[in-house]
């Protein structure tokens, strides 16, 4: 019981409650915080008033294929005048050659989101049709394409932006590292205020370009096509031009395609009917893409628009076909404005597909199990964070330059297009459904194409970057792999660990209490050790630097010598003492050591938490003893003691039914406390009937209590339900905890929820928490 004790060994109820109402108004300040960034919580079953409609659609997950429009013909232009500068016309050709495979893709992917309704990006497609190898090639492919993604579309609008605002071009790190941020913000508050907010600029940036693109053809075939000026040109070269030049900036240009596949890896996310919705989606975004990027290529041939280190080629055109002179003159600062815009925005399509197939990765265990966690806003935060930190990382690590990124690029998504596409091929084939021959050829022909462009691809920019790309896919998955493989070793051990626990004689436990100082943690600790022990307990003392001398006969004063307090020799360090008299004690799968640890608190602080550092060092290490059991009793307190409650309550906090929740239920036998159950906080009504249908098929004849947890954060559930049995001043709870424990860097791929129990529960009044490690590894 956390009770203050104040003068003459009265406690003081009214410091203690003003202690935890300062507590709750921190935690009040950081939840209003997050509400104002985030949003307000959104409960699970809310999850269908967040599918999207085809207007919210577009803009969501055609931003980026729209955008690239900014980029790739200007990425093709500069390999050609690189060469020579005779050679630009042959951009629009290039340019050609591309749309016709963009419009292939585009229609093998209105096949794959109407065959698979559900989720038909390239690693579903290839896992059912070509197996798991070829699956795990395609997820890695898509993943670093989508890192890239964010990577190149931020800094190509910082590039915008600088060319119309030269004074900020010292920035541009800075500037893209923004904007990345603000991506992350808006996507954490959910996927349909993301695509309200994104609808606004993608349908005038559209609207913007269409207008340009007609004017500049229109002088231009009335005779009186401008012609732009161009400073600070890049260099230029004076050679011919050979095949493989032509073949580099084709695979330059091939930037055009990517974003196609962000649709098939979302049809989920689009209202009933979901595979013709995102069909048609689809075809309207390859439509207005092809048409525009079209545009943009023969623009740039007939104004003689020029790669430039400062401004882009999109700024020529506009300025060329809106002259600082003319009426017209506001709507060059439109499209810089509106392709910066889209630019930056374009990064929401690596937004929507990086979290959803990371969640798709997680739920077949290769890839960790947090990124299938829905946040407060029903999107998967996890994935968006660590989409936003790696993006960021290569931005800083390539000082936000455009055109050495772009080497990176599209080498991951050519690869999964074709994977894609191969699979819907045996999918034809293996079905056979009406139509099934057409099906297959157009899915066929969108496999070959692709390839191609992904052969060409690696050959022509391998050494200019490509091969980290080349590297980076099969590293990724050897990693999936290995952690599917620690996944199904955990799963193996606890079912087997289930067998073991309950085939194990009836529980014993000894108690022993580690005895520090005589104050109110004491008291407390001594409260609970008898109410689970009576007097059959031990008490330990490690004499060491700034310790009690004479803390025997005071600890025999509050004791009356039941039990005596045993003074050991600390010859290693005094967490060591204590864990050589332990491993004396006789532990095992059903012979339990209880270590109660009292911890005396000035203030309700983490920090003085880690500043104890003997008990800090003990819990940790106690975790890694077999058979051990951590019972932390921290107390807000100067002196004295609490009151003894009259009443325990023991209440087991289960994540699942399998041996460490078998192994907690029998440690809590060994309490012989007679209000003892089990509690599960569920997230939606599935989880919650599968884990009663398991602990049922377990034979566990201890009664389970599953509590809502609706909003996925078992934090305030947890709180309100111990709250009702501690709103009983004489009554206490005793909360057993199983913990897995795990080694190294195995720990980054289970949720640390213990730690976050542990946190929650620490100054909760009348509340004692044990953990009952149960190692892995």
Sequence with gaps: MKRRVGGEGMIDTTEEEARGASLAQRGERFDSLKRVVVGRPRATGEMHETLLSKTLALPIFASDPLSSVAYATEAALAVLVAASLSSAHLVFPISIAIAVVLAIVVLSYTQTVRAYETSGGAYVVAKDNLGTLPSLVAAAALLVDYILTVAVSVTAGVFALTSALPSLRSHQVGLSLLFVLLLTLVNLRGVRESGILFALPTYAFVAVMYAMIGTGIGKCVSGACPQVHVSSPLATGAGTVGVLVVLRAFSSGAAALTGVEAISNGVNAFRPPQGRNAATTLLVMGGIAISLFLGVSYLAVHMHAH?????????????????????????????????????????????????????????????????????????????????????????????????????????????????????????????????????????????????????????????????????????????????????????????????????????????????????????????????????????????????????????????????????????????????????????????????????????????????????????????????????????????????????????????????????????????????????FFAFDGDEAENLRRSWTDLGMALPLEIEEAPFRDIGDPMIRYLRQITADPAAEVSVIMPELIFSGPQRLLHNQRALYIKRLLLFEPRVILSSVPYSLG
């Design 307 to 679: 790669p430039s280190g400062s401004v882009s080629v999109i700024s020529e055109i506009a300025r060329g076909t809106f002259p600082a002179s003319s009426s017209t003159s506001f709507l060059y600062y439109a499209v810089q404005a509106l392709t910066f815009a889209i630019l930056v925005l374009a990064a929401n399509t690596s937004y929507q597909g990086f979290p959803r197939l990371g969640a798709v990765l997680a739920r077949d265990r290769f890839f960790p199990r947090q990124f299938i966690n829905l946040g407060d806003r029903l999107v998967y935060s996890n994935g968006i964070i660590v989409l936003s930190g790696l993006a960021a990382f290569l931005i800083w690590i390539f000082h936000a330059n455009v055109l050495t990124l772009i080497h990176l690029y599209v080498i991951g998504v050519f690869t999964a297009f074709t994977l894609s596409q191969t699979g819907m091929v045996r999918y034809w084939l293996r079905r056979r459904d009406p139509g099934w021959r057409k099906s297959a050829w157009i899915n066929g022909l969108g496999a070959v194409a692709t390839f191609v462009v992904a052969i060409l691809v690696i050959q022509t920019k391998f050494l200019a970057g490509a091969w980290a790309v080349t590297v980076a896919i099969p590293l990724l998955v050897l990693a999936f792999y290995r952690v599917q493989r620690h996944y199904r070793k955990v799963e193996r051990r606890l079912r087997a660990g289930a067998t073991a626990v309950a085939a194990s004689p009836p529980a014993r436990n000894e108690v022993v209490l580690y005895v520090d100082s005589t104050d109110a943690a004491l008291g407390e600790a001594l409260s609970y050790a008898r109410q689970i022990a009576g007097h059959r307990f031990r008490a330990i003392h490690v004499p060491g630097h700034g310790t009690d001398s004479g803390i025997r006969p005071r600890f025999r004063e509050l004791t009356d010598l039941r039990p005596d307090l045993e003074i050991l020799t600390a010859e290693a360090g005094r967490a060591d003492a204590v864990i050589e008299f332990l491993w004396a004690l006789p532990r095992g799968e059903s012979n339990f050591v209880t270590v109660i640890i009292p911890e005396l608190f000035r203030r309700p602080s983490l920090a003085e938490t880690l500043a104890r550092r003997t008990q800090f060092s003990l819990k940790v290490r106690l975790l890694r003893e077999p058979g051990v059991v951590i019972t932390d009793v921290p107390v807000l307190a100067q002196n004295g003691f609490g009151q003894p409650a009259e009443r325990v309550a023991c209440r087991i906090l289960v994540s699942g039914a399998h041996a460490a929740s078998m192994r907690a239920v029998n440690y809590a036998a060994t309490l012989g406390l007679s209000d003892t159950r089990a509690v």
